[in-house]
């Protein structure tokens, strides 16, 4: 069988500029499944219920996720403009052994799997989604010395999960995750196709 394809994205603006990830990967030779939990901040950033609201998503609440089908060069066209969020680059893996249906069920899932800070947020998710497919863990930089600092400290810290106890973890921040992620860059400025499929179509 051919080696597929999975993709890390990245603005590298969100959140206060530490960043927000999204996932991609193909389903068949120039297919591919893709999509985001974008989990926008709809109140300013000053007011802190807000803030303390946007820190976790119990599961069934709202994420803006999204998802859409299409072949290599649509998926990125629709990264680079939206819908919520216009993602700046990627990276990309080579997995031997997909693992296809099941990472399209993990992402789905996530539509309704709420959001967390501390152990469900965008870089949780993309790399939970990446796992199943088939991407090995130290290509996704788990072995990193960031990975490792934050697991060091949230067994020391109290680190509450969105269940209250002990069991979260201390985010990792986007930006520096994508750094460390040992695949192929692509910045999607330089994609100037206009995507075949709406914001509108791409859920479910």
Same mark, same amino acid.
């Given at each position: 069988? %051919?080696?597929?394809?999975? $993709? +890390?994205?990245?603005?590298?603006?969100? &959140?206060?500029?530490?960043?927000?990830? @999204?996932?991609? !990967?193909?389903?068949?030779?120039?297919?591919?499944?893709?999509?985001?939990?974008?989990?926008?901040?709809?109140?300013?950033?000053?007011?802190?219920?807000?803030?303390?609201?946007?820190?976790?998503?119990?599961?069934?609440?709202?994420?803006?996720?999204?998802?859409?089908?299409?072949?290599?060069?649509?998926?990125?066209?629709?990264?680079?403009?939206?819908?919520?969020?216009?993602?700046? %680059?990627?990276?990309?893996? $080579? +997995?031997?052994?997909?693992?296809?249906? &099941?990472?399209?069920?993990?992402?789905? @899932?996530?539509? !309704?799997?709420?959001?967390?800070?501390?152990?469900?947020?965008?870089?949780?998710?993309?790399?939970?989604?990446?796992?199943?497919?088939?991407?090995?863990?130290?290509?996704?930089?788990?072995?990193?010395?960031?990975?490792?600092?934050?697991?060091?400290?949230?067994?020391?810290?109290?680190?509450?999960?969105?269940?209250?106890?002990?069991?979260?973890?201390?985010?990792?921040?986007?930006?520096?995750?994508?750094?460390? $992620?040992?695949?192929?860059?692509?910045?999607?400025?330089?994609?100037?196709?206009?995507?075949?499929?709406?914001?509108?179509?791409?859920?479910?």
């Amino acid at each position: 069988m %051919a080696e597929r394809e999975a $993709l +890390v994205f990245i603005n590298f603006e969100q &959140a206060l500029r530490f960043g927000h990830v @999204a996932w991609g !990967f193909a389903v068949d030779d120039d297919e591919y499944f893709f999509g985001s939990t974008d989990h926008l901040l709809k109140e300013p950033m000053w007011y802190l219920p807000a803030l303390w609201r946007y820190s976790h998503v119990p599961p069934g609440g709202n994420v803006d996720f999204w998802c859409g089908r299409g072949p290599r060069d649509e998926m990125l066209a629709a990264m680079a403009a939206g819908p919520h969020i216009r993602y700046h %680059a990627c990276k990309s893996f $080579l +997995v031997e052994t997909a693992n296809v249906e &099941a990472a399209v069920s993990q992402a789905k @899932a996530l539509e !309704f799997g709420g959001w967390s800070l501390f152990g469900n947020n965008c870089v949780d998710q993309a790399a939970a989604v990446l796992v199943t497919y088939g991407v090995a863990e130290q290509v996704l930089a788990f072995d990193s010395a960031l990975h490792q600092l934050a697991r060091g400290l949230s067994s020391t810290l109290p680190v509450m999960s969105s269940s209250g106890s002990r069991s979260g973890t201390l985010p990792i921040p986007p930006v520096q995750w994508f750094d460390a $992620l040992k695949g192929t860059r692509q910045d999607l400025v330089k994609v100037q196709l206009v995507p075949k499929i709406s914001a509108g179509s791409m859920n479910g």
